[in-house]
């Protein structure tokens, strides 16, 4: 009995040590899990739960390596935009437009654009125009070559120049350029271009002698440069000051003018076929030399009227230009060849309309 005493006396201290322990570790192990209330900051009764995460460890950067600027992401700490003064804030901008620029920036802007792709035009020449009060009779005329231009010219020179090789084409045009050295001779002596005389001279003897007639031209090689004077009797006229008067069409000789007609008029009485007998001879050789020409030359015309609206007034205004273009252009080789010192020309006599 006694020892059954003590053995519950043993088991009854026992219980009454080992009961706080579990207290104990239950507590913390509640602890552990449930938040802690802090007193706020408001209102000292209310009870504010405090988060138990432990804080992150800053980390600290490793003195061997270097992070790249492009690499570093922005610190949370770091405010997202920098401070702006006050009054230089730009205004927001919607995505897809360009902001708003001043008003004096916009006028500058354009007007840099433009200037940048802005040319200038060069002012032309004004348009050479002749005086055509003969123009139903001219129009008249002009379709009447127009049609021995088609209907027998063109044929006839297509067939001669399919027959004729083209080297003796061009050594007949020789010879009848060298038969009209007495109009090119008269005219440098009239305009004064007494070494344009010299050089047509021995031009002629030249080309009849060595040229086997004329056939040939062996004075524009480079050895002798006796090149041909491109002159005529109403380029003379036009560089004294005489106007070209009104615009003709003749029947078969085509364009011509009021001026240019003395030149008509003279390289008749000069060429010596004008003196051939018998009476027809004159005009049977000057449509042989037509054809002649035409053949090296099929096209031109065709070109011409093809690309105009008004194929007269197309031609009129060529031919008025090219008159003019020609008397401009000797006036400057005249010039070119007079003295130093002086400043006209000693044959002009008015500057007159080409």
Request: net charge negative; hydrophobic share 35%.
């Amino acid at each position: 009995m006694k020892h059954f005493c003590l053995t519950v006396l043993f088991l009854v201290l026992l219980a009454g040590v080992g009961a706080p322990r579990a207290d104990a570790s239950s507590a913390v192990a509640t602890s552990a899990s449930a938040p802690i209330l802090l007193p706020s900051a408001g209102n000292s009764n209310q009870l504010e739960p405090a988060s138990q995460e432990p804080p992150a460890r800053e980390s600290k950067p490793d003195p061997g390596s270097v992070e790249s600027p492009a690499m570093a992401e922005p610190s949370a700490a770091e405010p997202e935009s920098r401070a702006v003064p006050a009054g230089s804030a730009p205004e927001s901008v919607a995505p897809g437009t360009s902001p708003e620029l001043p008003e004096e920036e916009k006028r500058n802007w354009h007007t840099d654009d433009l200037e940048s792709d802005y040319v200038p035009e060069e002012e032309g020449e004004a348009p050479v125009t002749l005086y055509d009060p003969l123009e139903p009779f001219n129009r008249a005329m002009y379709h009447v070559n127009d049609k021995l231009y088609f209907w027998l010219l063109k044929p006839v020179s297509q067939t001669y120049g399919e027959v004729v090789p083209e080297p003796a084409r061009i050594s007949v045009r020789n010879f009848f350029s060298n038969l009209a050295f007495p109009v090119r001779f008269l005219s440098c002596l009239l305009q004064a271009d007494f070494s344009g005389a010299v050089k047509e001279s021995g031009r002629f003897v030249v080309n009849t002698l060595w040229g086997v007639g004329g056939l040939l031209d062996p004075s524009s090689k480079n050895e002798l440069d006796l090149p041909k004077q491109n002159v005529d009797l109403g380029q003379t006229l036009g560089i004294y000051g005489l106007g070209p008067g009104f615009y003709i069409v003749w029947p078969v000789l085509g364009p011509s003018s009021l001026r240019d007609t003395v030149d008509i008029a003279g390289r008749h009485f000069l060429s010596p076929v004008s003196y051939l007998n018998p009476w027809y001879a004159p005009m049977t050789v000057r449509g042989y030399e037509a054809v002649n020409d035409t053949s090296l030359r099929i096209g031109d015309y065709e070109a011409l009227k093809g690309a105009a609206i008004d194929p007269y007034l197309s031609i009129r205004d060529a031919f008025a230009q090219y008159r003019k273009q020609k008397i401009e252009a000797r006036k400057k080789h005249l010039t070119k060849q007079l003295p130093s010192g002086e400043g006209k020309m000693p044959v002009s006599v008015g500057s007159g309309i080409e």
